[in-house]
């Protein structure tokens, strides 16, 4: 499993870190498409429109079969893993890096998943509107002849990610977006993904974020369904199979990358979380 650099993955665009990938203009070599066939470890966003046909991704080791209509967004460090090429399949993909992300001047919420679900289903209206948005930053980015204004490529991307950050959000239980615990709860997200390796204890969480570790067990369970030890612990080990399935090392080099100080505890930890030992774990992803 590798990488793939920014000149494979990423269409440059002056200032701007984008790609957009359709039946009309897919991936331009042979080489190209079969590297981007394997399982790697996203260096950037990744959005997938399915127009028609059906097609099974898989994502951080878990498939997510999508239909007609449906979307899936994955993020930078998921490990993916595409699809063969399928004949009769419709689609558009979108790729962009984080440092384009940060020029849109809006958040979108959606992008670290705070409901757990990174396949949306639209509406007939909703996906017309996605389609057309798609459709144009296709001709920008690969028809049209004279150089396009990067704040016009940014404009139809901010467009995009709007539109789905609304269906995002509406294709779960109604909720509001800007809700205080929704909110705090993607802060949450945000500190275990920045501080991951340094495996803060619950009462340090909930002092960050300003709240009582009863409220934070409230809220965390609220939008996740597990604790928020048990969800510290859950994002540790899908980290722990990315480094295993991205790049090999020793069990003792993995351990102190994650912030383990002792190995051998880290190895039974690993087992009592996911049931299989180190090499349990590999075996059974080569046997696959």
Avoid: W
């Amino acid at each position: 499993m590798q990488d793939v650099n920014g000149k494979s993955e990423n269409l440059q665009n002056d200032k701007l870190s984008i790609k957009l990938v359709s039946n009309d203009n897919p991936y331009p070599s042979a080489d190209i498409q079969q590297k981007l066939q394997q399982p790697r470890r996203l260096t950037s966003y990744f959005i997938v429109l399915i127009e028609s046909g059906s097609t099974t991704y898989s994502l951080d080791l878990e498939d997510i079969t999508l239909a007609e209509g449906h979307l899936l967004f994955a993020m930078p460090n998921q490990v993916f893993t595409p699809p063969s090429k399928t004949a009769d399949l419709k689609y558009f993909k979108v790729l962009f890096d984080e440092n384009t992300l940060a020029l849109l001047p809006q958040q979108f919420p959606f992008l670290v998943n705070p409901l757990n679900s990174q396949n949306i289903i639209l509406g007939n209206v909703a996906r017309e509107r996605v389609r057309k948005v798609f459709e144009t930053l296709d001709q920008i980015l690969h028809v049209d002849k004279d150089p396009i204004d990067t704040e016009i490529i940014l404009a139809y991307l901010n467009l995009l990610l709007t539109e789905l950050n609304s269906a995002y959000f509406k294709s779960k239980e109604p909720v509001d977006v800007l809700n205080t615990n929704l909110s705090k709860f993607i802060e949450f997200k945000l500190v275990v993904e920045t501080h991951l390796t340094e495996q803060l204890s619950v009462n340090t969480i909930a002092d960050k974020l300003a709240l009582t570790t009863n409220s934070l067990y409230r809220i965390v369970k609220e939008y996740s369904g597990v604790s928020p030890k048990d969800f510290f612990t859950n994002r540790l080990m899908i980290e722990a199979k990315r480094k295993l399935l991205y790049s090999p090392r020793s069990v003792k080099e993995l351990a102190y990358e994650l912030g383990f100080n002792d190995p051998d505890y880290f190895s039974r930890f690993f087992k009592k979380c996911t049931g299989k030992s180190v090499s349990e774990f590999l075996e059974a992803q080569q046997d696959s």
